[in-house]
């Protein structure tokens, strides 16, 4: 069984993805001054985007080696 924690942090870490998502879609101008076209946009999205699931995939990988181990 999943503990209650790590549940928590799964939920609190999509909801950081989601807010950082967001925040990507609404700027208009980035950090350098480059105004962000819809183009742009969607590849700081998928840069996001990949990152976010290389992440989850590392951590349901560590979740599954733990709990084999432990049984």
């Not at 999509?14 to 998502?21: A, D, G, M, Q, Y």
């Amino acid at each position: 069984m999943v503990s209650k924690g790590w549940i928590t942090f799964q939920i609190v870490q999509f909801v950081f993805f989601l807010c950082v998502s967001v925040f990507l879609f609404t700027r208009t101008i980035d950090g350098h001054g480059t105004v962000q076209t819809l183009e742009v946009k969607l590849i700081s999205f998928a840069v996001w985007g990949i990152f976010y699931l290389g992440t989850l995939a590392t951590e349901w990988l560590a979740y599954f080696v733990v709990r084999r181990f432990k049984h």
